[in-house]
């Protein structure tokens, strides 16, 4: 009798501690992810844009006129280069048609129309903008309370705007009238709008897109004639050549 009751008690043991056991996996999957911690939500997106590698279409759109090519864009902590390619991908006949570059000093590159050169790059490439995130460690150590506060920020005439997970939305440089915005998909960078001055605009939609720090290859230092004021890029000349250019290259 003694042992039968040993028994029955040792079977009510086992089932307390299942029913314990499938109680608890009950309130895990209830419980779902913890919530991410804002601040370092907010340090993974600023460190997308600190450093990345990508391709894609490129739409550069002038005075009515659009082109589209493939291009490839990368940056790192010290530098940033756009190529646009005409011809085939990384094949033959794949040729560099526009190409930007900013480090130490800014340079653009046009091998078929050399004189689209006078042209000033930071009117078609908001620099500025993407020179705002050259360290993510660094903007977040100074500026991620107020980011997180207002989901804004503004830096020498740049003002910054984030969404509500702190994804970056649009970047507008004051000083250039340069505007940079961010669209995305499935929660993931699709496009950048670059506009400038006088309805130019560049649109990157993105194919590929790695966060990672590539190594970069500077374009040659711009020769001492670039000029780069406001009247090369109001000049009427300029103007109707770079017309002319994306006319003849669509």
């Given at each position: 009798?003694?042992?039968?009751?040993?028994?029955?008690?040792?079977?009510?043991?086992?089932?307390?501690?299942?029913?314990?056991?499938?109680?608890?996996?009950?309130?895990?999957?209830?419980?779902?992810?913890?919530?991410?911690?804002k601040h370092e939500q907010l340090r993974?997106?600023?460190?997308?844009?600190?450093?990345?590698?990508?391709?894609?279409?490129?739409?550069?759109?002038?005075?009515?006129?659009?082109?589209?090519?493939?291009?490839?864009?990368?940056?790192?902590?010290?530098?940033?280069?756009?190529?646009?390619?005409?011809?085939?991908?990384?094949?033959?006949?794949?040729?560099?048609?526009?190409?930007?570059?900013?480090?130490?000093?800014?340079?653009?590159?046009?091998?078929?129309?050399?004189?689209?050169?006078?042209?000033?790059?930071?009117?078609?490439?908001?620099?500025?903008?993407?020179?705002?995130?050259?360290?993510?460690?660094?903007?977040?150590?100074?500026?991620?309370?107020?980011?997180?506060?207002?989901?804004?920020?503004?830096?020498?005439?740049?003002?910054?705007?984030?969404?509500?997970?702190?994804?970056?939305?649009?970047?507008?440089?004051?000083?250039?009238?340069?505007?940079?915005?961010?669209?995305?998909?499935?929660?993931?960078?699709?496009?950048?709008?670059?506009?400038?001055?006088?309805?130019?605009?560049?649109?990157?939609?993105?194919?590929?897109?790695?966060?990672?720090?590539?190594?970069?290859?500077?374009?040659?230092?711009?020769?001492?004639?670039n000029n780069w004021d406001n009247s090369?890029?109001?000049?009427?000349?300029?103007?109707?050549?770079?017309?002319?250019?994306?006319?003849?290259?669509?």
């Open positions: 009798m003694l042992s039968v009751i040993r028994n029955n008690a040792r079977l009510r043991s086992k089932a307390l501690l299942l029913l314990a056991l499938v109680g608890i996996m009950l309130l895990s999957a209830c419980a779902g992810p913890k919530p991410v911690n993974r997106e600023l460190k997308k844009w600190e450093s990345f590698d990508s391709q894609g279409i490129a739409e550069m759109s002038y005075m009515g006129l659009t082109l589209r090519k493939m291009f490839f864009a990368a940056k790192n902590k010290e530098q940033l280069r756009l190529d646009i390619i005409d011809g085939g991908l990384m094949g033959a006949g794949a040729k560099p048609l526009l190409s930007f570059y900013m480090g130490s000093y800014v340079s653009l590159s046009a091998p078929m129309l050399p004189i689209l050169e006078m042209l000033n790059p930071s009117d078609m490439i908001p620099a500025n903008s993407f020179g705002v995130f050259a360290n993510a460690d660094t903007l977040f150590a100074r500026y991620g309370h107020s980011i997180i506060e207002t989901r804004k920020l503004e830096l020498e005439g740049i003002k910054i705007s984030f969404m509500k997970d702190y994804r970056l939305d649009n970047v507008i440089d004051t000083n250039s009238m340069t505007e940079l915005k961010a669209v995305y998909k499935n929660n993931s960078l699709s496009e950048l709008i670059m506009k400038g001055p006088d309805n130019l605009s560049v649109r990157l939609i993105f194919d590929e897109i790695k966060y990672l720090e590539p190594q970069i290859i500077p374009l040659p230092k711009p020769t001492s004639g090369n890029m109001y000049d009427a000349n300029i103007k109707q050549l770079l017309k002319d250019f994306l006319r003849n290259k669509r």
